[in-house]
T-cell receptor
Framework: DAKTTQPTSMDCAEGRAANLPCNHSTISGNEYVYWYRQIHSQGPQYIIH?????ETNEMASLIITEDRKSSTLILPHATLRDTAVYYC??????????????WGLGTSLGVNP | GAGVSQSPSNKVTEKGKDVELRCDPISGHTALYWYRQSLGQGLEFLIY????????KSGLPSDRFSAERTGGSVSTLTIQRTQQEDSAVYLC?????????????FGPGTRLTVL
């Protein structure tokens, strides 16, 4: 079973920041938080990941709470092309381990003009 | 650079036929994963390769499913005697193994329809 909980759906106005929450209250110390998104009929696209510190790249920012039990993905200026299902995944790290991803149902983000 | 590619993009077959799905990972990626996604669902892990060996086959749903990887590169997922419940999108991902995090990059998938 997935170790994360996300809202089923969210809406955001174009040009505004989209803040997507994720709960992972049972996360272990060596587990990373990954975010992927899947635009309709395409393969999943990697967005960002983090362990403890907040992370930022050209796509998004990831804010992880100090206790690591939840996180928020921020798309700073959402566009219509950001309409997709966003998946938050907790994945074990460490050499020699299978790094398979356990997927939940994600959050369906609708960006409205 | 080239990403993960999969072929065919779509496959329609009749119940009872065998099918082969192909995955070409990113060059130099030693880890390869197969997942499948049924309509409206999240991805379901099938099998993991490290090089040519498959240390985790736990997600294969039945003995009709098998996979191999040759030369540490291309992988083929074979489904024998297909059933209607095998209809799904089959996704392949590859990554570079390293200590710490390694990011999986996905192909576009093969949509399998069993009539």
């Amino acid at each position: 079973d997935a170790k994360t909980t996300q809202p089923t759906s969210m809406d955001c106005a174009e040009g505004r920041a989209a803040n997507l929450p994720c709960n992972h209250s049972t996360i272990s110390g060596n587990e990373y938080v990954y975010w992927y998104r899947q635009i309709h009929s395409q393969g999943p696209q990697y967005i960002i990941h983090g362990l403890k510190n907040n992370e930022t790249n050209e796509m998004a920012s990831l804010i992880i709470t100090e206790d690591r039990k939840s996180s928020t993905l921020i798309l700073p200026h959402a566009t219509l092309r950001d309409t997709a299902v966003y998946y938050c995944i907790v994945r074990v790290s460490g050499a020699g381990n299978n790094r398979k991803l356990i997927w939940g149902l994600g959050t369906s983000l609708g960006v409205n003009p | 650079g080239a990403g993960v590619s999969q072929s065919p993009s779509n496959k329609v077959t009749e119940k009872g036929k065998d099918v082969e799905l192909r995955c070409d990972p990113i060059s130099g990626h030693t880890a390869l994963y197969w997942y499948r996604q049924s309509l409206g669902q999240g991805l379901e892990f099938l099998i993991y390769f490290q090089g040519n060996s498959a240390p985790d086959k736990s997600g294969l749903p039945s003995d009709r499913f098998s996979a191999e990887r040759t030369g540490g590169s291309v992988s083929t997922l074979t489904i024998q005697r297909t059933q209607q419940e095998d209809s799904a999108v089959y996704l392949c991902a590859s990554s570079v193994r390293q200590i710490g995090s390694d990011t999986q990059y996905f192909g576009p998938g093969t949509r399998l329809t069993v009539l």
